[in-house]
C-alpha cells in the first residue's frame, strides 16, 4: 500500500485506494484465473472423500491479480479443503483498478462473488452488501483502528487483512556509529537530529519536488499533535465546535517549522523527487526518513545491504499514536449461499499461520495483534511490535475532505520552502472545510 499523487484528490472514502495507493503491485488481468498450483484442486470436488452430511458447494471469491499473494491463497485453500472437502474454490481474480467498479456493479445487482477483497468496508456494509463478522475468532485481536475502519452501526463487516502506517525509518548503522538511541520524546528527536547534523549526515531525507510526498512527513506529525490530546477532533470539526486552525494543528506544523529552521531536512527536499529521495537515503546520505515501509522495499531495490530500523514519532510527553489504516478488508457477501462457509474462508484468510505468508510476500503489516512474518527487512519487526504495544488511530484524513488535505500538504511544501510556519494558512484550509463538509460522514 503505497502514497501516490492521488493520495490527498481522492475521496476520504475510497481512502486506501487514495492516501495510500493500495497494492501499488495489483497490475491488469485480462479476465478471470486461478493461483496456478490451486487450479486442478479448484476444478474437482472429490465426493469420495466428503465429510458426513456435507454436500459439494463453489464458493467463489474476488481478489485482485496479484503474483504475490499466490502461495498465500493457495495454502488458504488447502486449509479451507481439509475442512471442507467437497468444496470448489473459484476464482474471479479482477485487476485493482476494476474491482470496486465490478463488485458495485455485482453486488447492486445482487450478485457478486460469496467472498471478496475490497477497500470500502462501511460503504458496502451501509448499502447492506456485506455479513456482520462480528463473531468471528479474529475480531477481538483486530487492530482498534482497522475495527473502528471495518465497522459500521456497531458491527464488523470486513477483516482488516493488513494495514499501513508511518513513522520514522533509520539507518543502523549511522545510529550506531554516533551512540544515537530510538528517541521517546519530540525533544529527544530534535537532539538526536542535531547530532546526526553535527557529524555531516542529513538528518532527514525528504522528495518533495513529489508534492505528494510531503505528506509522509505531515501526517504522523498531526496524528500525533491531534489524537494524542485531542481524540474526538475531528468529529468536534464536523460538528463545529473545533477548527482545523486549532492549537493542535498549529502544534504540528510548529514542529515541521522546527526541522526546516534547523535544517534538518535536506536542503534540496524542494527539487528531489521520491526516487532521488530513496537513493540519498540507500547511499547514507541521510539517516532518516519519515515514511510508510514499502519505502524500505524501494530503497532494497537499490541498496540492499542498508540496515534499517523503525521507532514512531513521541510529542513533547512521550506519547506516541500510530496511524493504522485499512489496506485490504475482506467481506462476505449478504446474498450468498454459503453463509457458514464463506465465513470460515475468511477466517483461514485470517489465520496466524496462513496470514504471514501473505505479509511476507507482500512486505505488510498484520492488522490482527499477535500475528508476524519472517520479514526480510528488520525495521518491519519493529513497526509491527510498534503496532502491537501502542494506540492506534485512523489515518487523520480519512474524515476530512479531499480540498481540505490539499491544502495541508500545501502549508507543509510552505512551511519547508519559507522555513516559516503563517498559522493564517490554516484559515484557508477552515473555509475549504466548510465548502466541502458534504462529502465527509459520520
Do not use: R
Amino acid at each position: 500500500m503505497k502514497i501516490n499523487k492521488i493520495s490527498v484528490a481522492a475521496s476520504a472514502v475510497v481512502i486506501l485506494s487514495s492516501m495510500l495507493t493500495a497494492c501499488g503491485s495489483k497490475t491488469a488481468d485480462n479476465g478471470s484465473a486461478s493461483p496456478a498450483a490451486s487450479t486442478a484442486a479448484a476444478t474437482a470436488a472429490p465426493a469420495a472423500t466428503a465429510k458426513a452430511g456435507s454436500d459439494p458447494f463453489t464458493l467463489s471469491v474476488y481478489y485482485w491479480s496479484e503474483t504475490e499473494s499466490k502461495p498465500y491463497v493457495e495454502a488458504a485453500e488447502k486449509k479451507f479443503k481439509a475442512k471442507y472437502p467437497n468444496a470448489k474454490l473459484d476464482y474471479k481474480v479482477v485487476p485493482g483498478a476494476k474491482l470496486t467498479e465490478i463488485l458495485n456493479t455485482d453486488l447492486a445487482a445482487g450478485q457478486g462473488s460469496d467472498v471478496f477483497f475490497n477497500q470500502t468496508p462501511t460503504v458496502l456494509a451501509k448499502a447492506g452488501y456485506t455479513v456482520d463478522l462480528s463473531d468471528q475468532p479474529y475480531a477481538p485481536q483486530m487492530l482498534d483502528a482497522l475495527k473502528d475502519a471495518n465497522t459500521y452501526n456497531g458491527k464488523l463487516y470486513g477483516a482488516g487483512l493488513n494495514t499501513a502506517t508511518f513513522g520514522v525509518l533509520y539507518n543502523k548503522k549511522i545510529f550506531t556509529d554516533l551512540g544515537l538511541t530510538a528517541p521517546k520524546t519530540w525533544d529527544e528527536f530534535l537532539a538526536v537530529c542535531e547530532k546526526i547534523k553535527a557529524s555531516g549526515v542529513t538528518p532527514i531525507t525528504g522528495g518533495f519536488k513529489d508534492n505528494w510526498t510531503a505528506w509522509a512527513l505531515t501526517l504522523p506529525i498531526i496524528e500525533n499533535s491531534t489524537y494524542g490530546t485531542h481524540p474526538n477532533f475531528e468529529k468536534d470539526l464536523f460538528d463545529g465546535k473545533a477548527k482545523v486552525n486549532s492549537p493542535e494543528v498549529n502544534n504540528a506544523f510548529s514542529k515541521i517549522e522546527q526541522l526546516a529552521q534547523k535544517g534538518y531536512l535536506n536542503t534540496n527536499a524542494l527539487t528531489i523527487n521520491y526516487d532521488q529521495e530513496q537513493q540519498m537515503f540507500a547511499d547514507s546520505k541521510a539517516a532518516m526518513v519519515i515514511f510508510g515501509p514499502w519505502f524500505l522495499a524501494d530503497v532494497a531495490k537499490k541498496t540492499p545491504q542498508v540496515d534499517t530500523g523503525f521507532f514512531p514519532l513521541f510529542d513533547e510527553k512521550g506519547k506516541s499514536t500510530l496511524i493504522s489504516g485499512v489496506d485490504v478488508s475482506i467481506s462476505v457477501n449478504a446474498k450468498s449461499k454459503h453463509i457458514q462457509e464463506a465465513k470460515d474462508y475468511v477466517s483461514i484468510l485470517m489465520d496466524k499461520d496462513i496470514l504471514p505468508i501473505y505479509l511476507k510476500d507482500k512486505n505488510s503489516l498484520p492488522g490482527i495483534k499477535g500475528v508476524t512474518a519472517d520479514y526480510q527487512f528488520s525495521a518491519m519487526k519493529d513497526i509491527v511490535n510498534a503496532l502491537s504495544t501502542l494506540p492506534t488511530a485512523p489515518q487523520f484524513q480519512i474524515k476530512l475532505p479531499p480540498s481540505v488535505l490539499n491544502k495541508l500538504q500545501d502549508i507543509t511544501i510552505k512551511t519547508v520552502s519559507d522555513k516559516k510556519f503563517d498559522p493564517k494558512d490554516l484559515d484557508q484550509a477552515d473555509k475549504l472545510y466548510e465548502k466541502d463538509k458534504s462529502t465527509v460522514s459520520f
